[in-house]
Each structure stands twice: as C-alpha cells, then as structure tokens.
C-alpha cells in the first residue's frame, strides 16, 4: 500500500513536471532562457561572446556589417612560432631536447605562394645523441623552404621540401625519394623523420588525373647523426641527381597511381678492407624504381597497396674490397587496410613484404616482413586521443607495441606521452649464444613531449 | 586527425553554418493548417538552397560554462577553430554537394584542408580526401555513406554530427505541441520523436523545435537524451536576409549535461558565387597558389 501512495505520488509529479514545461514553452522566460537573453553582450579577446540575444531583427532585410571580429590576413598572422621537449626514459635518458619552431607562409603575389619551416633543436648532455658526439650542442633544420608558382593547369613548386610517394602508411616500399632522418624522436611528426631536400616539383592537373614530375640535384642519404659526419659528407659530394615522374587517375571510390624514379639508394653500403682495418667507406648505388598504388574506398573500409620493382638492388650491407658483388632485381609489395567503425573506433593495420640487407658477409637473401596494426580514438569532445600501436618485423625479428595518448590542454598547448615496449632479437653478431639458442633484448621506454604552437 | 575526418566528412561544417538556422523568403504558408511534418519539411528544403555555390569564413568557439549573476560565463579559454569553406550543391536536384574546407586557426591545425563529394544517393558513399599539412601529400578517406555512423563531435565542439544531418524528416513523428508568442515572435513549438529506424543512431529520445511562424525558421532548438532529460539548447541570433535565404549567423549550443557550450559564429558568407569548375578538385588542397588566387577572387563577394 506503502509503495503503491508512492508510485501515485511519482506519477503525478511526473504528469505536473511535464505539464509546467509543457505550460513554459511559449513563454521565453524559461531561467536559463532568462539568463541567456539579458546576458551583456560582451566579447571578450577570445571571441566568445557571453550573450545571444539582442532581439530579433527579423524584419531587417539589410545586411549587417560584417567586417566585426574577421579574420585579419595581414601578414602577421601568417608567422607560426611553437616551442617543444621531448624527453624518453628507457634503462636510461634517451632524449632530452628543446626545440624552438618558427613557420611563415603567405600567397605573396597572385598564383604564388611561399612557405618557410625551420627548427633549432637544443641537444642536452644526456640525450644519446650528445652523448654520441660528446657534448649537447644545438642543431638547425629547414624542413620547407619554398617558393610555388600557378600557371593555367600545372604548379611549380621550387625550393626544400620532402616529397612523400605511396599511400601504405609505415612502408616504405615507395616512399623512398627523401631519405629518413632517424635523429628525430618518434613521436614528432612524422613529416620530420623525412629529410627535406632540395627539389623542383611541377604538378599538372586535369578533370580525372594529375601527373608529377620530380628533379633533385643533389642526392642526400639517410641521417644518423649531426656530428662525425665525414663519411657521409664525402658520399653524398659524389651522389649526382634524382628524378621522377608519377601519374595518378581517379575514379569513383578508387585512386591510382604509376610512378617511375631514378634515384639513389636513401641507405649506403659500408665498405671496408680485410687487409686494412683503417679503410672504410660508404656506397650508395642508383637503381631504377617501377611503382604502382591505389587506394579504394569501400562504404568506411580503405584498401590500399603499394608495389615496388626496384632494379640494381644490392643485398649485403657490408662490401668487401676485391669481391665481387652482383646486383639483383627486387619485388616489394606493401597492404594495408582502414576501417572506422560505427563507434568511431579507427582500426588500421598493414604489411610490407621487402628484403632485409643482410648485415653479415653472407649473401643469401632474407625474405622480411613488416606487419602493423593500430587503434585510434577520440574523447573528451576530441581533446583526448588515445591510440595503441603494434609492429612485428620477421627478419630481423622484433615486437614492438605502443600505447599513446595525446591531450590538448588548450588550443596551443599539447601533451603526448608514450609507453612501449620492444622485443627483438640482437644483431646477427651476436645473436646465437653458446648452445644455439637466440638471444633477445627486451626494453620498456617512455616517452614525453610537450608542445605548445601558437 | 581522426575528429577532423568526421568533422568533414559529409560536408557537416557547410551544414554546421547553414542547416536548420535558414528560411527562403519567398512563397510562405498562406494556410495556417498545416501539419507538423508539412513545416519541417519546409524547413529542411531551405538547407540545401542555403549551401549552393557558398564561400563562408566561420568561427566555432567552445568552452566549460556557469551562470554569474544572471550572465552565461565561460570559465576557461574558449577553444577556437576558424575555418573558410566553399561548397557547390550539384545534380539536378541540387541534391549532391562538393566542397573544400580549410582550417585557418589554431596554429596547430592551420592549413589542413578536406576536399568532400557528398551524394543524396544512399548507394553512394561519401567521397573525401584530406589534405596532411605536416606531411604535404593527400590521403583518400573512407566514411561511407554516414547512414549508420554514431553522432560525433564537429571539431570538438557541442555541436554533432546529427544535430547538422538535413534530409531525415521521414525518420521522425512531428507534433505541433503548441503555437503562440515566444520573445515576440509567432512561433510553432514542434516535438520531433525518432521512429525505430532513427533510434539506433541518435543520441535524442526527443527534439523541439521553436519554428518563426512568419520565416519558417528555427529560433531555438531543445534536445533530450535517452533517459529523456533535457540534454542541449540551440539558440540562434543575428539573423541576416542573403539571397533571398534567412540566415542565422550566429547560433549557440549549451550542452547542458557538462555545461560546456560552443558558439558558431558565421563572419563573413557570401552565397551564390561562381566557382571554377575545377576549384573543387584535389588541386586545391595542394596547389597553395592557385587555391588562394581562386579564394581571393571569391572573398571579393564577401
């Protein structure tokens, strides 16, 4: 009986609750309502404006000036400044580094445009590239300097800049014009772990397709370090030019692209002589490379391959003075799949089937593999992104797996931090221990970048 | 970068600035008898008239909110995104649209530009490709045809993925609850309830729509959640007449579950521009040089 008077009770709160927002709709004097339409109106420096209503004009057909608050394009406005540190923790300090980030880009006349993108990066005692070179020192780096033209169908684009090929992303079964600058933490973006070079891009456009021709004169190879670089300098002084075309055609759904390149190997040879252990050099070789890709969409799932024909590939990693070494002929191919679920859950994953260079003397090939896979998701009204990443190469064998998160505290202000963990086998040098059994290193690290961009 | 993809994705930001927040000025009800459905699918015909060959420069800011003596105060540093966009409605319908969107603020999103070809045709899926700043190339996404997505956030703000959606007046049962006065306008107070099929992918039990009985226009719009507790508040200002087309250019959302709100603001539009045929193509989102002589021949209309 109790419960019965309360269960009228509540029905008949709820019937009155109903009634009175019911009876409140017309009324526009609701508390919040209220509030919100005797607000000042205030704008304060950041835009929002505290108040809604000043009254319906509705019977005010004129356009109201609408100069207040625009977008001012003034030049100014067009210098990007961003200060960063990065610091990773694993056994010990990896990375310790400042950089400080400065950006101008501005359409400078009609159907030009010029774009400018340096960083001075500050190296601390600990991080393992100081201690490499034995003292922290700052570096400089240009990632874009350059200067675009547009003229009818076709763009030129003149100047620093790295120029990314193939859509699988983590392959690099096409993406091979820049070379990698692996001084770069890995949780940068990832536009930095390419080394820009000087190039001239011309792009032509048409209804369905576009093509792409490509020309560098100097070729650069992968970057290790800043410092001690005299082997390195002494290789590329004797690398001649790049070039390459591609062409791409796009359907409904579906994109794809050919490409034909001459270009240098991004990863040299190290050379020595048995009988003179102070004779060491670099080589890099020029080679032709045959590429095809697409992509095709599928309702909300991305398909996407990149095949690679690489001709005048050499294997070793090591030559050796006076044997002889024959150039082969390679096949690549990379897959790689997107989804993004009902939920927003974004799952991709892919695999790179290349030729690991073989380390040791030994000449016999080492068929690798590359897989990948990865979540991705939003929270907190997009300010917090959560992702997990995990890699398994075959050859030489190694896990990888990363957690991220990445939080925006404001609009210039973001925090990412990692934790991963890497499994995989030591060199081939050491790799076998007394009774034949593999060796493994096993190592957690973490990572932390603050960034703030403004 | 996956929120940005959403945020694009089906042309949303185009209807961000124009959906629901538009009347034609011409050929108004003579009747007063009309029924809840006949009004809002007036209502919603206005959006895609609104978005034709349309070159906007907005501002979408947000913040966490409390009432102060009576005023609505932010109490962080709102969040702002500004973003100039340009959208053509194609098809002999005027039922597909394509369009380009370019985030200018913040610093660290600037120059990030989606290209989107949106079908009416379900069996189409939406076709996108996002331009990477960092990495200067561009990427073909895959969203489908955003019929069975769950509503997400548009660039972080309180507005959603849903709250933009135009062309879904078959899948709600309207009910004239009221009509009279509200802040000195005529208006219908008209309840929208989600039938079966809309259920699965709304985040609303029921949607009210104050309708400007004169301008066929919303002038607030009321959300509740499932649990049928009143969940956001859509208040619109500064209504402009632009070809022919009422436009609300500057609308308010509370989210009044975490008192968090986002504000629209719609500074510069111009409607009915000419675009080059070819504007609207993967050129524009690398092509910095041709793209911003095409816009700065756009922005003259401004």
């Not at chain 1, 400042?98 to 001075?120: G, Q, R, T, V, W």
């Not at chain 1, 791409?248 to 390149?261: K, P, R």
């Not at chain 1, 003179?276 to 095709?296: A, M, V």
């Not at chain 2, 985040?203 to 104050?210: A, E, G, K, N, V």
Request: a negative charge.
């Amino acid at each position: 009986m109790f419960f019965r008077l309360i269960y009228v009770t509540i029905l008949l709160l709820n019937f009155s609750l109903h009634v009175s927002a019911e009876e409140s709709l017309l009324d526009g004097d609701e508390l919040f309502t209220d509030v919100y339409e005797n607000s000042a109106y205030e704008d304060d420096v950041s835009g929002i404006d505290y108040s809604v209503s000043e009254g319906l004009e509705l019977g005010d057909s004129s356009l109201q000036d609408s100069s207040s608050g625009v977008h001012t394009a003034s030049w100014f406005k067009k210098i990007g400044i961003g200060f960063s540190g990065d610091l990773s923790q694993g056994q010990e300090l990896e990375i310790g580094r400042f950089n400080f980030n400065l950006k101008y880009e501005d359409a400078i006349f009609p159907n030009a445009y010029i774009k400018l993108d340096s960083k001075l990066t500050y190296f601390h005692q600990k991080d393992d590239l100081a201690e490499t070179a034995g003292t922290d020192y700052g570096h400089a780096k240009v990632n874009d300097a350059w200067f675009q033209y547009s003229y009818k169908r076709c763009v030129a684009k003149v100047g620093y800049q790295s120029l990314f090929w193939g859509v699988v992303e983590g392959s690099y079964a096409l993406d091979i014009i820049n070379p990698l600058d692996t001084t770069e933490p890995l949780l940068t973006d990832y536009s930095e772990l390419s080394q820009s070079q000087g190039l001239m891009l011309v792009n032509c456009y048409f209804s369905d397709s576009d093509f792409e021709l490509f020309y560098l004169s100097d070729a650069k190879v992968d970057k290790y370090s800043h410092k001690s670089r005299a082997l390195f300098d002494q290789l590329e002084s004797s690398l001649n030019d790049e070039w390459g075309v591609r062409y791409s055609y796009h359907l409904e759904g579906v994109d794809f692209t050919l490409m034909y390149a001459h270009l240098y190997e991004n990863t040299p040879h190290l050379k020595v002589d048995l009988l003179d252990p102070s004779f060491l050099e670099l080589q890099s070789f020029r080679y032709d490379l045959i590429g095809l890709s697409f992509s095709w969409a599928i309702e909300r799932l991305l398909i996407e391959a990149d095949l690679a024909y690489k001709q005048d590939q050499y294997k070793n990693q090591i030559f050796v003075v006076g044997q002889p070494v024959e150039p082969d002929d390679l096949f690549e191919i990379a897959l790689g799949f997107e989804y993004l679920t009902s939920r927003n859950h974004q799952f991709s994953a892919g695999v790179w089937f290349f030729d690991a260079r073989e380390e040791s003397f030994d000449l016999r090939p080492k068929h690798s593999q590359l897989w990948s896979l990865s979540w991705r998701k939003q929270y907190l009204n997009d300010t917090l992104s959560l992702s997990l990443l995990g890699g398994w190469v075959k050859q030489p064998e190694r896990f990888s797996l990363t957690a991220l998160a990445e939080y925006e505290l404001d609009d210039y202000w973001i925090i990412s931090s990692s934790i991963s963990h890497v499994n995989g086998a030591k060199s081939d040098s050491d790799s076998q221990s007394n009774n034949g059994l593999p060796l493994t290193a096993s190592e957690f690290s973490t990572q932390l970048s603050v960034k703030w961009q403004y | 970068m996956n929120h940005l993809i959403k945020s694009f994705s089906r042309n949303y930001f185009t209807l961000l600035i124009l959906s629901m927040f538009t009347s034609a000025s011409f050929g108004i009800f003579a009747s007063e008898n009309k029924t809840a459905r006949q009004i809002m699918q007036r209502v919603d015909n206005q959006q895609r008239a609104a978005a034709d060959s349309t070159l906007s420069l907005s501002r979408l800011s947000s913040c966490p909110y409390v009432i102060k003596s009576k005023k609505v105060v932010c109490h962080q540093t709102p969040r702002v995104k500004v973003i100039e966009s340009v959208t053509l409605q194609l098809g002999d319908a005027k039922k597909d649209s394509q369009s380009i969107s370019i985030i200018l603020e913040p610093a660290r999103e600037q120059g990030i530009g989606m290209l989107t070809y949106s079908y009416d045709d379900s069996a189409r899926d939406t076709e996108s490709w996002l331009y990477l700043s960092a990495l200067g190339k561009v990427k073909r996404m895959a969203s489908g045809s955003g019929e069975d997505q769950e509503p997400v956030s548009l660039f972080g703000s309180e507005f959603t993925t849903e709250d933009m959606e135009s062309g879904k007046t078959d899948e709600y049962e309207y009910t004239i609850l009221q009509e009279g006065k509200y802040t000195g306008r005529n208006v219908w107070v008209i309840e929208a309830k989600p039938k079966p099929v809309r259920l699965r992918k709304t985040d609303y039990s029921r949607i009210l729509f104050w309708i400007d009985k004169d301008k066929e226009l919303a002038l607030k719009i009321q959300t509740y959640d499932k649990q049928h507790k009143l969940f956001k508040r859509i208040m619109f200002k500064r209504f402009e007449l632009i070809n022919e087309l009422w436009i609300a250019r500057e609308m308010t959302v509370f989210n009044l579950r975490i008192k968090r709100l986002s504000k629209m603001n719609t500074q510069k539009i111009a409607m009915g521009i000419e675009v080059a045929p070819l504007f609207l193509t993967q050129r524009s989102l690398t092509d910095f040089a041709y793209r911003e002589q095409n816009l700065d021949s756009l922005r003259k209309f401004f």
